[in-house]
């Protein structure tokens, strides 16, 4: 599995264009940061990357969770999120309906882990 | 607009206890953070919140925007956070449509907005 590795320094701006890429191309995105300065600097880039991909239709959310991570032979506690596409917020059943048809043809790989 | 005032000295496992309930009860949850501690402190509680809500079926992700807000006379910028609940990873696409069947009805005040 592959991380998109977030520190304090990364530019959140960079890593929402890399998040953004990844999300169009169907690709699962999965983004790593250790320390309060890393997983800041990530859901801001999370946040950009929805207005990157908000006005082609694509809505994100993420997922976070715990991971323990072995940083030269210290164990750490990292946060991990996977960021994913959704398409509901503010549609009626039929057209969520007609989003996730659309979604599961485009989005094979994220879906069907 | 009320939200979940998240600082770098809150306690994740109070904030996720506040999340999980009021995701039981179909509330909108919006949580308010400012400076990268109190960023962080708000993804450890949706991270707890995540394990105090799976194991009754309900898995729940989280929308981070950016909010400029007023500090005593002075603008600085807000993360916030939409947590709301999902149902659909890893299910097939007619479970994921039974699940959205259950989700309109038990979610109605989330979704409908």
Same mark, same amino acid.
Do not use: W
């Given at each position: 599995?592959?991380?998109?590795?977030v520190s304090?320094?990364?530019?959140?701006?960079?890593?929402?264009g890399a998040?953004?890429? $990844?999300?169009k191309d169907?690709?699962?995105?999965?983004?790593?940061?250790? @320390?309060? @300065?890393?997983?800041n600097q990530?859901?801001?880039?999370?946040?950009?990357? &929805?207005?990157?991909l908000?006005?082609?239709?694509?809505e994100?959310?993420c997922?976070?969770a715990?991971?323990?991570?072995?940083?030269?032979?210290e164990i750490?506690?990292a946060?991990?999120?996977?960021?994913?596409? &959704?398409? $509901? &917020?503010?549609?009626?059943?039929?057209? &969520?309906?007609?989003?996730?048809q659309?979604?599961?043809?485009?989005?094979?790989?994220?879906?069907?882990?």
């Amino acid at each position: 599995m592959e991380f998109l590795k977030v520190s304090s320094k990364s530019s959140p701006s960079s890593v929402a264009g890399a998040i953004a890429g $990844m999300i169009k191309d169907g690709v699962h995105v999965e983004i790593q940061s250790v @320390g309060a @300065g890393a997983v800041n600097q990530a859901v801001k880039a999370i946040a950009i990357a &929805r207005g990157f991909l908000s006005p082609i239709g694509i809505e994100i959310v993420c997922i976070p969770a715990f991971a323990d991570i072995d940083i030269d032979g210290e164990i750490r506690t990292a946060i991990r999120f996977v960021v994913e596409p &959704r398409f $509901m &917020r503010g549609l009626t059943a039929a057209e &969520r309906e007609e989003y996730m048809q659309l979604d599961s043809q485009r989005y094979q790989p994220i879906f069907s882990e």
